[in-house]
């Protein structure tokens, strides 16, 4: 009941329907749920809600972010009907329960006229540690400054990124820090000398989109579906979304809707990999 009453936009009709549950054939109608957290899981979940809702007319589906952090704190403090997760749960957090709906990997990130296409670990690592300035010392540029693009804390993908790297978050020499995907992919697109990391399916879907970047390879593997598919590519994680208690009723079903053909169609436009 909290849950409902803090997630707004309820109607009577809605706080009734969640009394006697959504089991039926009729879940859709008169369905209103928030999912909140990963900005990663957010544009998936956004356009999966869209599809859904188109299904069932009297559904409304509300997708907020704020990173994975807050997909998690919303709902332990029961101010969402979904969080949304884009990573593995912790031990402390595995009082919620976790259901896969996709996988992605984290992709690093440059401006497209930029001469780099691979980078190495430790290479990555000095330029984080701030102890290589130059695109000269790497092989791109000589005089050309590395603009550091790193992400907020309370990002799962900030804390995927340093374990990769093996960096606490206090051995990183940052020149910007964004939020989300969307700034990240912005700011690279902005800066010739920018070096970010962000969402490998949102990195590939701007580049469909005509977003001037590039996409570089780690340890011999480039960042594509394929790669994250085969579990070829070294940094890869799953997108959830976590419930405080078994999804039933309507979340249940929402993501029935997920692991279906048509969810996975949708998840797949959008360069993430689906639950098979």
């Known amino acids: 009941m909290k849950c409902l009453f803090a997630c707004g936009r309820i109607t009577v009709l809605a ?10 054939s009729h879940a859709g109608e ?10 990663t899981v957010a ?17 409304r589906i509300d997708v907020q972010t704020g990173g994975s952090s807050r997909g998690i704190a919303d709902m332990i403090n029961g101010l969402c009907d979904m969080g949304m997760v884009s990573r593995d749960l912790k031990p402390s957090e595995r009082v919620l329960h976790a259901y896969t709906i996709a996988h992605d990997g984290i992709a690093v990130i440059t401006h497209r006229d930029n001469p780099i296409d691979v980078l190495d670990r430790a290479r990555l690592i000095e330029i984080y540690r701030g ?23 309370g990002r799962s993908t900030l804390e ?13 020499h940052s020149d910007i820090i964004i939020g989300d995907n969307q700034q990240g ?14 969402s490998i399916g949102a990195a590939l879907h701007a580049q469909q989109e005509g977003v001037p970047i590039k996409l570089l390879t780690l ?15 070294p940094i890869t994680r799953p997108l959830n979304i976590v419930t405080r208690k078994p999804a039933q009723g309507a ?3 929402l993501l029935a809707f997920i692991h279906s053909d048509e969810g996975a169609s949708v998840i797949e436009s959008l360069n993430f990999v689906p639950v098979r």
């Open 15 to 24: 706080l009734v329907a969640y009394w006697i549950g959504f089991g039926s």
């Open 30 to 39: 008169n369905l209103r749920l928030l999912a909140t957290g990963s900005s």
């Open 43 to 59: 544009p998936v979940m956004a356009e999966l809600a869209r599809k859904y809702e188109q299904a069932h007319p009297g559904a």
């Open 131 to 153: 102890e290589v300035r130059d695109w000269g010392d790497v092989g791109g540029a000589a005089g050309v400054p590395i603009v550091v693009v790193n992400k907020a804390a």
């Open 160 to 172: 995927l990124f340093l374990h990769y790297l093996d960096l606490s978050p206090d051995q990183v």
């Open 185 to 198: 992919l912005k700011t690279v697109a902005g800066n010739r000398s920018g070096i970010g990391y962000v």
């Open 219 to 233: 340890e011999g593997a480039e960042p594509t579906i394929a790669n994250v598919t085969a579990g070829n590519y």
């Open 251 to 253: 979340v249940s079903e």
